[in-house]
């Protein structure tokens, strides 16, 4: 059985799924030595890039992050986001 779908339609399928994998809850993150804009994105917002995390912290990617700074990103529930670095007081 084959099934016909418009592109419309594809593209809304897509859309959807995309939407549903998105991190969508902003938590708070403490950065670890050897943490990267781009390594806290790729392990804990998924759908989301680097510039976006670094924009909720009125922040660039340019910008230096350090160890035990505390960051807002953004996350998902099965991300479970909140991480706060055991080696900070």
Do not use: H
Request: proline share 3%; charged share 25%; hydrophobic share 30%.
């Amino acid at each position: 059985m084959k099934i016909k779908i418009t592109r419309t339609q594809l593209r809304k399928l897509i859309k959807e799924a995309f939407d549903k994998s998105k991190a969508d809850q902003k938590v708070n993150y403490q950065v670890a030595k050897g943490d990267s804009w781009w390594s806290i994105t790729n392990a804990n917002s998924p759908g989301r890039t680097p510039e976006e995390n670094a924009t909720l912290n009125g922040l660039s990617v340019d910008d230096i992050i350090q160890p035990c700074q505390e960051l807002i990103i953004w996350s998902t529930t099965e991300y479970e986001g909140s991480a706060m670095n055991q080696n900070c007081n």
